[in-house]
């Protein structure tokens, strides 16, 4: 990783896209830390037990831990590019139509993902201020009323397609990807405050010193055999053989075609917390009138992770949504028409037809180790945090390791990507 930057830094133009980045990610840090006028951030730390503010604190960047103008993040994006691939299946024609453009269709449902961000976003921050407010007991809100809550939900909104638009300069003219830069970023700069309350907790309020050894000493040993396990199945991949005929080539030729165990990646873990969002911020809006009603209570159990049905479909969800993004990112359909083009084909499958099942075949296979994967890395520290009372930042952990490592692979893989780029551009120029 040292060696891969030390080289990276040596060639300009990477150079600049990583300061780039950078400073795109300081302007979001700066962001983060501007509360929202109306607004008693003190009041917001009394709510740091409930999941929704866990959930959306994380995919903050941490900006609701300040109730700042960025404290809805990219989640609203996330929500919404979900209902748009879902309504691009056979639901509204033009999606579909959309997304058979090419470029031209997917700057159109860009567009479109965008316009839904910002109903979402608006609807959210009303939802949450509202919620938030009845639930906080100092009051987070000062002057409660429809101006105040207008204003704060145009503040957040704003705030949060200003954090779209950063995330999307930082994949055109940065390093990675940005919206899962932004999630990364604000995880990793929790670290330090999650780490202090740990060992406050822990060793500072705690007469148990040598058991508390013993479980921290623990606790590391099982977090570094999970990155290890993660970085491990977020590597492996299937090589499939693919033979090319001696008309695309002149001769026969052997290579092979690679598909991930995960090729999802960690998209099904960020929509399958989006979508535990948008229920709990929409029982923000009865919580003040309806908070002991029976269904108001279920509804709430079976969207909290920290109730064991809520976990269960929070699992089931990433699960779900697995299987729906590897088929979207692994188009086997294109996948098998483009072999058909150049003149290639999997040995002992038909191609075209028989070439796409079987791809589609093998990849369902592949997915169901995926998200079996995803599912216990992001299901395992839940667990672990309802035994042994363990704080909502640990509890998270699971999801937040995956963002981490797999946004880290990501971008280290964009770099080497330019850089061999470069190389082969500077071959051809030679």
Not at 230 to 244: F, L, N
Request: proline share 3%; glycine share 8%; hydrophobic share 50%.
């Amino acid at each position: 990783m040292f060696a891969l930057l030390k080289n990276a830094f040596q060639v300009k133009d990477i150079r600049n896209r990583i300061f780039f980045t950078l400073g795109m990610l300081i302007v979001f840090r700066i962001g983060t830390h501007i509360t929202v006028p109306g607004v008693n951030a003190g009041a917001i730390q009394n709510l740091a037990s409930i999941g929704l503010f866990s959930l959306l604190n994380t995919f903050g960047g941490g900006a609701l831990s300040q109730y700042s103008i960025f404290a809805m993040g990219v989640s609203p994006y996330i929500t919404s590019s979900i209902v748009i691939q879902l309504l691009q299946m056979d639901i509204i024609p033009k999606f579909t139509e959309w997304s058979k453009q090419g470029e031209v269709g997917r700057r159109k449902l860009n567009q479109a993902t965008k316009y839904l961000a910002v109903v979402l976003a608006f609807v959210q921050s009303i939802g949450i201020s509202i919620g938030f407010n009845q639930l906080s007991n100092l009051g987070l809100v000062r002057n409660p009323g429809l101006e105040t809550y207008l204003m704060i939900a145009l503040i957040m909104t704003a705030g949060s397609m200003l954090v779209i638009f950063i995330g999307d300069a930082i994949t055109m003219n940065g390093i990675g990807n940005g919206t899962s830069l932004i999630i990364f970023s604000g995880i990793v700069a929790r670290i330090p405050a999650d780490l202090i309350t740990f060992y406050e907790d822990r060793f500072v309020n705690s007469s148990e010193l040598t058991t508390n050894i013993i479980f921290t000493v623990a606790l590391l040993v099982a977090m570094l055999l999970v990155v290890i396990f993660v970085v491990y199945i977020q590597q492996a991949e299937r090589r499939i053989p693919v033979q090319y005929s001696k008309r695309a080539t002149g001769s026969n030729q052997a290579a092979h075609l690679p598909l991930k165990i995960n090729s999802a990646g960690v998209i099904p873990v960020i929509f399958a917390s989006s979508f535990m969002m948008t229920p709990q911020t929409i029982l923000g809006f009865f919580a003040a009138n309806h908070s002991e009603a029976t269904w108001y209570q279920v509804v709430n159990t079976l969207v909290n992770f920290r109730e064991p049905i809520g976990a269960a479909i929070y699992t089931i969800l990433i699960v779900v949504f697995t299987y729906f993004y590897a088929l979207i990112q692994i188009n086997p359909e294109k996948m098998a028409e483009n072999l058909q083009k150049s003149g290639a084909y999997i040995p002992s499958v038909r191609p075209g037809r028989g070439t796409e099942e079987y791809i589609t075949s093998l990849l369902m296979r592949l997915s169901t180790v995926g998200a079996v994967f995803l599912g216990l890395i992001a299901l395992l520290p839940i667990v672990a945090s309802a035994l042994w009372n363990l704080p909502d930042s640990l509890a998270l952990g699971g999801t937040s390791l995956l963002i981490v490592i797999g946004t880290a692979l990501d971008t280290a893989r964009q770099i080497e990507g330019r850089m061999v780029k470069r190389n082969y551009q500077g071959f051809i120029q030679k």
